[in-house]
């Protein structure tokens, strides 16, 4: 996979603990960063997949109202 470059500022602080967390953790800043970026896509995605599946909890009889609860027919399973 090819990588990008990115320029970001921080304020020092910022900067500080994040040079200080990679270090604690044995990694890069590049390491660490692209690290912290996967975390936040897998919170993203579960709570993504957590909203739908409350969405569909909550709309399922007006699904069922509308399209029909036959899914037996379709091939679907409870």
Do not use: H, P, W
Not at 47 to 68: P, S, T
């Amino acid at each position: 996979m090819s990588k990008k470059q990115l320029n970001v500022r921080v304020d020092a602080t910022t900067a500080e603990i994040a040079r200080t967390r990679a270090e604690q953790e044995g990694i890069s800043m590049n390491q660490y960063i692209e690290k912290l970026v996967q975390q936040d896509m897998g919170e993203t995605g579960r709570a993504f997949v957590e909203a739908a599946a409350q969405f569909m909890k909550e709309y399922e009889a007006v699904f069922l109202a509308e399209f029909g609860g036959d899914r037996e027919a379709t091939g679907q399973r409870r």
